[in-house]
């Protein structure tokens, strides 16, 4: 079936069921549209206003006129000669669209050009009859929609859903559920970043630096962190659905723990992890050169932040606590 952006009419029953307090699969099934392109949507075309916050929300006329805007920006290359002949120029040289567009903001032309419009030029019917996509460094017939790249839904099925999860792991009856994050640096300071786990029950933090944000890095280090504590302390982990976690499926395999993930764009529901970072941060602000800090640093760190007394565990300090649920294990 052909793919088609949403119409007004369609955003306007979106504004109306967001308004009743629907969920995002229900007005999917509504409007007859996967989750997906309604989850996009919405995140694309959320209006925000700085003066009056309480006005934010979504309104399907201003997405209308939001993505009827985008798609002027997307004509740009057929609009404005010199900037076509100009990619056009350095495509023919074997320059990427990203290489091209960065170039262009170097430069300081007047009008500049992001690569997904390059790209979406390219693979246009124009770009087509102009043979352009042989250019490219890393060619295909057809260019893949921007957002359709990565099959989120496949890579975090709906089986995995927070809202599947047991109720002993949503009321921290149990011990041995986890929720993960990634704290991330500035960028000059390389891809380097702290990876963190927080007990459910008992609110004990593990912190461990991790030097590359792809999956696979991530997934080996966690298990082998992780791997030392007994099945029972280990049960599940919570996730978002950042990229890095995708390589989820190994878990189980590899050390028994069972993986789950809240909603797009809903990480107050993994409130533990949340609460941490706050609290992390006095140690491990944004400009830290996370490279430059040992593992005894990470220790030292570690160890404040489960030695210091919680309300909610009756002034225990998560150390104590953890210590206590893994005696019980025996």
């Not at 079936?1 to 699969?25: C, D, F, G, P, Q």
């Not at 010199?82 to 262009?104: F, K, N």
């Not at 602000?285 to 007394?309: Q, Y």
Request: proline fraction near 5%; hydrophobic fraction near 35%.
């Amino acid at each position: 079936m052909k793919r088609t952006e949403l119409n007004l009419a369609e955003r306007r029953t979106i504004e109306y069921l967001l308004h009743r307090k629907k969920k995002v699969s229900e007005i999917a099934r509504q409007i007859n549209r996967h989750r997906s392109t309604v989850y996009r949507e919405i995140k694309r075309n959320f209006y925000k206003d700085e003066e009056l916050p309480q006005l934010d929300g979504y309104y399907g006329m201003n997405a209308q006129r939001f993505t009827a805007e985008r798609r002027a920006r997307r004509r740009k290359l057929v609009r404005i000669l010199a900037l076509r002949d100009a990619v056009i120029d350095r495509l023919q040289e074997g320059w990427s669209p990203e290489q091209i567009a960065g170039r262009l903001k170097l430069e300081g032309h007047a009008t500049t050009v992001s690569h997904e419009t390059i790209y979406a030029y390219v693979y246009s019917p124009d770009g087509q009859s102009q043979a352009l996509a042989r250019h490219l460094p890393g060619r295909r017939k057809k260019r893949k929609p921007r957002y359709a790249r990565t099959a989120r839904g496949m890579m975090f099925p709906l089986e995995r859903s927070i809202h599947n999860r047991p109720e002993h792991v949503k009321d921290r009856s149990t011990f041995g559920d986890w929720e993960g994050d990634l704290m991330i640096f500035r960028r000059e300071h390389g891809k380097a970043n702290v990876a963190f786990l927080v007990e459910r029950k008992t609110r004990y933090a593990v912190l461990f630096r991790n030097n590359d944000r792809s999956s696979k890095h991530f997934i080996a280090k966690l298990m082998n962190v992780m791997e030392p504590l007994p099945q029972t302390a280990r049960q599940s982990i919570t996730f978002d659905r950042g990229i890095e976690f995708s390589g989820w499926r190994k878990l189980k395999p590899g050390i028994g723990t069972e993986a789950w993930f809240c909603d797009p764009q809903a990480p107050w529901q993994k409130g533990s992890v949340e609460n941490l970072n706050k609290r992390a941060r006095r140690y491990l602000p944004r400009d830290t050169p996370i490279s430059t800090l040992s593992d005894r640093d990470m220790k030292a760190i570690c160890e404040r932040l489960n030695g210091t007394p919680r309300k909610c565990l009756g002034w225990k300090t998560p150390a104590e606590a953890f210590a206590e649920e893994l005696r019980k294990l025996g």
